[in-house]
């Protein structure tokens, strides 16, 4: 029987927007509900004194798909932005990628050779690792003890919350290590963040597709479904099954939020703080990232928690025990027919934005 939608769309993040936008598109009528006050999901970019505030942490755009890029760009035009990170490390300051420019700094080194023979040294005592099982193998096999360390023990475990030795390897292979001069935290062909921030690229995506904010899935299922064929789901896997097999674990953030009276707090966008002593990981200051020139500044200090209770899902937690849960779900929504579930949560995978708009489009392609 034909009701009333199409699509149930739950959730305005990148993966439900694009969703809907294509299926109207194509002559869908579809219904997109959210729990948030405001769409984008994590994507969210609001303006205060005049800077768009990455409200749930920085997020840079970076792809070398071009089909991705064209998609994005078809919006809303992208500003030239570059990530390059500073990784502060008990005061002293270093590039980041792991680059020429950090090789100078920890060591002194001037030459690709000498950086080479360098890192040689300090990896010499990780040889026998041929196979890394965990972050800290992988970090000691690529780049040795200092940049391990200086750089990447203290950050990973508070972002974690759990020792070097029992988080994935894949996560530490996210980063470039590179022998040449190169400051570009991303090794992909296209990159920057949209002018205006992302909450106008997902309000284009949304023109027309009727809304509705503060509405939680959950609080009027039987009811929601009821009004439309298909249901698209980018909220948390485990939270759709009532957690019957046991919740996913996630790693949370805290956001505090700073004002301040002076055009320039530190000079770049993003600022790592590597030392396990300081509890946060990163200062973001928002105005870098559209070059701003404002006289005020916004800067955000993120600090890594725990999922309890009424806390976000930020980063999912791939390791073994949690994937074979994770597998479990997949096995129950794999049996629904009329349910897709898309997306970072809803796939349990740390996915980019470039990733989510690939998917999204490969699942659009897959209705047809
Ligand atoms: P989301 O954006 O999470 O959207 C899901 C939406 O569903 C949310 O709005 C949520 O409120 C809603 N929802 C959930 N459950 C319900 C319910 N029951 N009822 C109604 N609504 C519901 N990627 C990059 O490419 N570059 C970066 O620099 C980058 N930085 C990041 C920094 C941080 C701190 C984080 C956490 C992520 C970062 N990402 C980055 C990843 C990026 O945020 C995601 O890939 C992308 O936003 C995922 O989109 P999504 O649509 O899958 O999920
Ligand atoms: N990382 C690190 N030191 C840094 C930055 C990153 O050790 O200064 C490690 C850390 O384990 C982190 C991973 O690299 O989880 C991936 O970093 P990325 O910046 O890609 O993380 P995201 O932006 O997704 O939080």
Redesign the pocket.
């Known amino acids: 029987m034909k009701k009333e939608y199409d699509y149930l769309i739950i959730g305005s993040g990148l993966f439900g927007a694009i969703f809907a936008h294509e299926m109207t598109k194509q002559g869908k009528k579809c219904l997109v509900i959210e729990r948030r006050n405001h769409i984008a999901g994590n994507v969210y970019t609001e303006k205060v004194e005049g800077i768009n505030v990455h409200k749930y942490g920085a997020h840079i755009f970076h792809t070398s798909n071009k089909v991705v890029w064209d998609y994005v760009n078809s919006f809303v035009e992208f500003n030239r932005y570059t990530n390059s990170?500073i990784?502060n490390y008990k005061g002293e300051l270093y590039n980041?990628p792991f680059n020429m420019n950090t090789f100078y700094q920890l060591w002194g080194v001037k030459t690709p050779q000498e950086a080479f023979e360098k890192i040689e040294e300090q990896r010499a005592e990780y040889k026998h690792i041929t196979e890394p099982k965990n972050?800290e193998e992988q970090a000691l096999v690529l780049g040795g003890k200092d940049i391990y360390e200086k750089?990447?023990k203290g950050?990973?475990e508070k972002?974690?919350g759990r020792p070097a030795t029992e988080?994935p390897a894949f996560?530490?292979r996210?980063?470039p290590f590179r022998f040449t001069f190169d400051n570009n935290?991303f090794n992909d062909t296209y990159q920057g963040i949209p002018i205006g921030g992302y909450t106008a690229l997902v309000e284009k995506m949304l023109e027309g597709i009727e809304i509705k904010l503060n509405v939680d899935y959950f609080s009027d299922k039987e009811n929601l479904d009821s009004l439309a064929n298909n249901v698209v789901y980018t909220g948390k896997i485990d939270e759709y099954f009532d957690y019957q097999f046991g919740h996913l674990d996630y790693r949370s953030l805290r956001f505090e939020n700073e004002i301040l009276d002076q055009p320039n707090y530190q000079g770049n966008a993003v600022v790592?703080y590597?030392e396990s002593q300081i509890p946060f990981t990163r200062i973001i200051e928002h105005k870098h990232f559209e070059f701003g020139t404002q006289p005020k500044t916004i800067i955000t200090r993120e600090n890594p928690q725990d999922m309890t209770e009424g806390q976000e899902a930020y980063?999912p937690i791939n390791d073994e025990k949690n994937q074979i849960v994770y597998e479990k779900y997949k096995q129950l929504a794999d049996q629904l027919s009329n349910v897709i579930f898309g997306g970072r949560l809803a796939e349990y995978k740390?996915y980019d934005m470039h990733q989510v708009v690939a998917r999204a489009l490969e699942v659009v392609e897959s209705q047809n």
Do not use: C, E, F, K
């Open positions: 990170p990784a980041l972050l750089l990447i950050y990973t972002q974690w988080i996560i530490i996210r980063l935290y790592n590597t980063y740390y």
